[in-house]
C-alpha cells in the first residue's frame, strides 16, 4: 500500500535559520514525488516534481531532493511569508491515476 | 484558484440533509479529482474521473457520488450528511503536479 508519513508536524524557525522538513514515503514503483504549499483557507499550491533518486529542483529559497525512501524540502534563510503548510505526495506507477499526500508540516517562520 | 472554480466557499448542513459540491474548470484538462481534508490526515482522494464519462472510487467514496457531467464540470453528492462528513473539500485537475480549486467548507450539524 502507498504511503506518505512527514516530519516534523510543525517546525517553528527564526528569520533566517535554515532547516529541513522530511517526507518518507512507500511506494510500488515511483512514477514522481510531489511537493506542494498551503496557505491558510486556500488550496495546495504546487511547488515542484521529482522523477529519480539523486534529482534536485530549486526555487527562491526551496529545495527539494529525493532518495529512493525519502525527499528533503530544505528551506534556506526562511522569511516570515515561507510561513505555510507544505505538503508532500507520491504518485506509484501502478496506480497512475491517483496521488497520495502525506498530513503535511507546518512551518512557521518569526520575524 | 485560477482555473478552477468550486461553489459554494462556506455551507452548514443539517444531518440528514443533502447538496451537491460544484467544480468547474476552464484548463481543459481531462482528469478531475475530488478530495477531502481532516486535520492530521492529510488529503484523501474520494472520487476521480480520468476523462468526460468516466468516474471511479478513490480511498474514501462512502456516502458520496459523483457526476462529470462534461469536460469543464465534476460535481460531488452528499445524499443524506454526517457529521463525520464536516471537512474541507477539494477539488483538483490533473497533470504534472495537481492544480487545486480554493475549497469547500462543509459543517454538517
Known amino acids: 500500500e502507498d504511503q506518505v508519513t512527514q516530519s516534523p508536524e510543525a517546525l517553528r524557525l527564526q528569520e533566517g535559520e535554515s532547516s529541513s522538513l522530511n517526507c518518507s514515503y512507500t511506494?510500488?514503483?515511483?512514477?514522481?514525488l510531489f511537493w506542494y504549499r498551503q496557505d491558510p483557507g486556500k488550496g495546495p499550491e504546487f511547488l515542484f516534481t521529482?522523477?529519480?533518486a539523486g534529482e534536485e529542483k530549486e526555487k527562491e529559497r526551496l529545495k527539494a531532493t529525493l532518495t529512493k525512501k525519502e525527499s528533503f524540502l530544505h528551506i534556506t534563510a526562511p522569511k516570515p511569508e515561507d510561513s505555510a503548510t507544505y505538503l508532500c505526495?507520491?504518485?506509484?506507477?501502478?496506480?497512475?491515476?491517483?496521488?497520495?499526500f502525506g498530513p503535511g508540516t507546518s512551518l512557521s517562520v518569526i520575524p | 484558484n485560477a482555473g478552477v472554480t468550486q461553489t459554494p466557499k462556506f455551507q452548514v448542513l443539517k444531518t440528514g440533509q443533502s447538496m451537491t459540491l460544484q467544480c468547474a474548470q476552464d484548463?481543459?484538462?481531462?482528469?478531475m479529482y475530488w478530495y477531502r481534508q481532516d486535520p492530521g490526515m492529510g488529503l484523501r482522494l474520494i472520487y476521480y474521473?480520468?476523462?468526460?464519462?468516466?468516474?471511479d472510487k478513490g480511498e474514501v467514496p462512502n456516502g458520496y457520488n459523483v457526476s462529470r457531467l462534461n469536460k469543464r464540470e465534476f460535481s460531488l453528492r452528499l445524499e443524506s450528511a454526517a457529521p463525520s462528513q464536516t471537512s474541507v473539500y477539494f477539488c483538483?485537475?490533473?497533470?504534472?503536479?495537481?492544480?487545486f480549486g480554493s475549497g469547500t467548507r462543509l459543517t454538517v450539524v
Open positions: 484548463m481543459n484538462h481531462n482528469s
Open positions: 483538483a485537475l490533473g497533470g504534472n503536479g495537481y492544480t
Open positions: 521529482l522523477y529519480s
Open positions: 474521473s480520468a476523462s468526460e464519462g468516466t468516474t
Open positions: 511506494v510500488s514503483g515511483l512514477r514522481g
Open positions: 505526495a507520491v504518485q506509484g506507477r501502478t496506480s497512475y491515476d491517483k496521488v497520495i
